[in-house]
């Protein structure tokens, strides 16, 4: 069983449960050679066809997350070496597409603020094409019919490409069937394709990657895309409290973070950045705004999840904009900015999230694409450890410099 990449094989037995009950599709153990001979053609009529789940584990490290067929990561958790959780990390996040059009803005997201949290589906007319759980070492590449037609990445001489050792990979499109407010207008002419994977390596054990490609499917340039990634991170130690987080930023690696200010001693942090936009890898480029995200709007109102429900607010917050389009105020000097919670915690200075039930919400560059051209947008996400907080953040922003220079972890062709 350990080979088979359509399948969603998890390492815990408390997770094989579901997947045995829910998820399990045949699969012809013929595609599956571990002492495979690449050179060796293969008749297209041998080919097989990979096989989609309704959602899959990225469970090959310390890091477990959950991904569906609407483009969504969910119910993030931190394993120790025994497989046992150590902590909670992401309950939520997804990728934030905006275009803006002043005659008909729209927009693709994933989020926590209405039942209904995605309009992104990897329902095609043609069949399903997601989540597929893939694990390079275990595949031979020529056995497989890869939905290259779809977007899957290939190499530079047009096989398919594969990254990590554990990979999952989905082909997405608009969900028009929605009807809550706020996601009843996505982006016309626009697919994306979600590619997440990770390492067993052990310095890369706590990390997990992830990357975009936005297709333009019409015979004209759309102008004016707008990117974000939004978590809603609920951060804590087994049986702890997710509504005692706060977010920072930190502008030296473009770093939306979280952490948990009440702890005093041994503590641990998580958080995510760009990586590379569209050949873009300069942090001080990559990350327009890091915009504060309520869940209620008792504190901080004109930025809350109540009355966000229309593309124009969506537009609004990734150019780090209130719901009502006026600039954040960093309360530290009156003055407008981009970037909220820049301060340092450590220290106590600036301005500083107050500990509360967390969203973050990262934005980069305005993008535009040319006819039936793509953009291709990567990001990592990470936690680390440390004996006070001090040091946890000093790990996490070693470890983000460390990742950017080894580009071979996450470059695309």
């Known amino acids: 069983m350990e080979g088979l990449y359509s399948l ?12 045995i009950i829910g998820c399990i599709e045949e699969v012809d153990n013929s595609i599956i050679d571990e002492n495979f001979d690449d ?57 934030w597409v905006g275009h803006d059009d002043p005659y008909s803005p729209s927009a693709n997201i994933t989020w926590v603020g209405t039942r209904q949290k995605s309009n992104y589906t990897s329902h095609w007319p043609d069949g399903r094409f997601g989540v597929y759980r893939i694990v390079p070492a275990y595949i031979n590449p020529d056995s497989v019919y890869w939905p290259i037609d ?13 990254i990590g050792d554990l990979m999952l990979w989905s082909a997405l499109k608009a969900d028009t069937l929605v009807e809550t407010s706020i996601l009843a207008s996505p982006i016309p ?4 394709t979600q590619t997440v994977w990770a390492y067993e390596r052990d310095d890369l054990r706590s990390t997990i990657f992830i990357s975009y490609t936005l297709r333009n ?11 974000g990634f939004y978590s809603d991170t609920d951060l804590s130690f087994s049986g702890g409290s997710s ?30 950045t760009f990586l590379e936009v569209n050949g873009i890898t300069d942090p001080g480029q990559l990350v327009t705004s890091h915009r504060i995200m309520r869940k209620n709007n008792y504190i901080d109102s004109d930025f809350g999840e109540y009355g966000f429900d229309s593309p124009e607010q969506i537009l609004f917050a990734l150019k780090g904009l209130s719901n009502t389009g006026q600039p954040m105020i960093d309360p530290t000097t009156g003055e407008p900015t981009l970037f909220a ?26 993008l535009s694409l040319v006819a039936h051209g793509q953009v291709r947008a990567t990001l990592v996400f990470t936690i680390t450890m440390g004996t006070d907080l001090r040091i946890a953040l000093i790990n996490l922003k070693r470890t983000i410099n460390d990742i950017r220079n080894e580009p071979d972890l996450w470059i695309f062709y």
């Open 150 to 162: 779809k977007g899957f990445p290939v190499t530079q001489n047009g096989g398919p490409f594969l």
């Open 341 to 366: 919670f820049s301060g340092d915690p450590v220290a106590g200075t600036g301005w500083l999230d107050v500990q509360v039930d967390v969203r973050s919400l990262l934005n980069g560059p305005e």
């Open 189 to 192: 002419n626009m697919t994306y």
């Open 8 to 19: 969603n094989k998890p390492i815990y037995a408390s997770l094989a449960i579901v997947f």
């Open 243 to 272: 509504g005692s987080n706060s977010t920072g930023y930190d502008s030296s690696q473009a770093l939306t973070y979280t952490y948990i200010p009440s702890d005093t001693g041994s503590t641990f942090v998580c958080g995510f």
């Open 39 to 95: 050179t060796t053609a293969v008749d297209d009529t041998t080919l097989h066809n990979l096989s989609p789940s309704t959602f899959a584990w990225l469970d090959v490290n310390d890091i477990s997350i959950q991904v569906d067929t609407a483009g969504q990561l969910r119910e993030g958790i931190l394993r120790g070496a025994n497989g046992a959780t150590i902590a909670y990390h992401t309950y939520f996040s997804g990728l």
């Open 217 to 227: 499917t019409a015979d004209t340039d759309i102008n004016g895309i707008r990117i």
